[in-house]
């Protein structure tokens, strides 16, 4: 079941990027406190400048502002410059559609909420977490951390019985995932709906304001991205068939000599 959840999410993480980055598009800004319209200070923005012909995008972030044309602001599509805060190929749909962007991202949202549920049950009810994501008090010692992010940096991976297992480094992302970005996640994008508001205002004192949830939303967002991208790497360097098969099928290899 864990596996089934893990590729699930998978589907739902990906078209919530692509939407949500549709969904930016339509007010590429990002702000803090109650509400941010475009006379109030930013946090980030995207926007373009220069001529029609010549436009430039710039993202803005805080007192800094970067050349970002090509990317950010402004992008070629069929060819051609066009305005827009994120690219045509990062969005879902890829032409500017907030409507159909929304649908997305809220079906994909509330089932992505379902099969984490379904997962936390199953976790809990196997002992999942207990066995396999808590850490030992051993795991936790300063000394063992910085020994496991040594052997991270030079690429040295576990080997025999010890592959099969979760690291330290390990343990402790899963669940600063699990039980803090993620819920996060959830609780800003309720926090940005006026409806859920009205149901539970205490999510505004929470937050600061819808606008706060908004740029927590996309901060979240950008560093469970951050972890997928590191996720992947390591799946990568540290053997990529026996990794995706275990990931499929749960028969992880362990060769003969291989030793911890």
Same mark, same amino acid.
């Given at each position: 079941?864990?596996?089934?959840?893990?590729?699930?999410?998978?589907?739902?993480?990906?078209?919530?990027?692509?939407?949500?980055?549709?969904?930016?598009?339509?007010?590429?800004?990002?702000?803090? +406190?109650?509400?941010?319209?475009?006379?109030?200070?930013?946090?980030?923005? /995207?926007?373009?400048?220069?001529?029609?012909?010549?436009?430039?995008?710039?993202?803005?972030?805080?007192?800094?502002?970067?050349?970002?044309? +090509?990317?950010? +602001?402004? @992008?070629?599509?069929?060819?051609?410059?066009?305005?827009?805060?994120?690219?045509?190929?990062?969005?879902?749909?890829?032409?500017?559609?907030?409507?159909?962007?929304?649908?997305?991202?809220?079906?994909?949202?509330?089932?992505?909420?379902?099969?984490?549920?379904?997962?936390?049950?199953?976790?809990?009810?196997?002992?999942?977490?207990?066995?396999?994501?808590?850490?030992?008090?051993?795991?936790?010692? =300063?000394?063992?951390?910085?020994?496991?992010?040594?052997?991270?940096?030079?690429?040295?991976? =576990?080997?025999?019985?010890?592959?099969?297992?979760?690291?330290?480094?390990?343990?402790?992302?899963?669940?600063?995932?699990?039980?803090?970005?993620?819920?996060?996640?959830?609780?800003?994008?309720?926090?940005? @709906?006026?409806?859920?508001?009205?149901?539970? =205002?205490?999510?505004?004192?929470?937050?600061?304001?819808?606008?706060?949830?908004?740029?927590?939303?996309?901060?979240?967002?950008?560093?469970?991205?951050?972890?997928?991208?590191?996720?992947?790497?390591?799946?990568?360097? @540290? +053997?990529?068939?026996?990794?995706?098969? @275990?990931?499929?099928?749960?028969?992880?290899? /362990?060769?003969?000599?291989?030793?911890?």
């Amino acid at each position: 079941m864990t596996r089934v959840t893990h590729w699930i999410n998978v589907l739902c993480l990906t078209v919530l990027l692509f939407s949500g980055l549709q969904i930016l598009n339509a007010y590429p800004s990002l702000h803090w +406190g109650q509400i941010g319209a475009d006379a109030d200070p930013y946090v980030a923005r /995207i926007d373009a400048s220069g001529d029609g012909d010549h436009p430039r995008g710039v993202l803005h972030l805080g007192r800094r502002r970067m050349d970002t044309t +090509g990317v950010l +602001g402004v @992008s070629r599509q069929d060819g051609e410059p066009v305005t827009r805060g994120f690219p045509s190929w990062i969005t879902l749909p890829s032409g500017q559609d907030l409507a159909t962007g929304r649908r997305w991202h809220f079906f994909f949202a509330w089932l992505f909420v379902a099969n984490g549920l379904v997962y936390l049950g199953t976790a809990l009810a196997l002992g999942h977490f207990r066995r396999d994501l808590l850490p030992s008090r051993s795991e936790v010692r =300063p000394r063992h951390l910085w020994h496991e992010m040594l052997d991270h940096a030079r690429l040295r991976f =576990p080997k025999g019985e010890a592959a099969r297992r979760y690291n330290a480094l390990q343990k402790l992302t899963y669940l600063a995932v699990i039980v803090g970005l993620l819920p996060t996640m959830l609780l800003t994008g309720l926090t940005m @709906s006026p409806g859920f508001d009205a149901a539970a =205002p205490f999510l505004l004192d929470l937050f600061g304001g819808r606008a706060s949830a908004r740029t927590l939303h996309f901060a979240t967002a950008s560093l469970l991205v951050l972890f997928v991208i590191v996720h992947v790497l390591m799946v990568v360097l @540290s +053997g990529p068939i026996n990794n995706m098969r @275990s990931m499929i099928t749960g028969r992880y290899v /362990i060769k003969l000599g291989d030793t911890e």
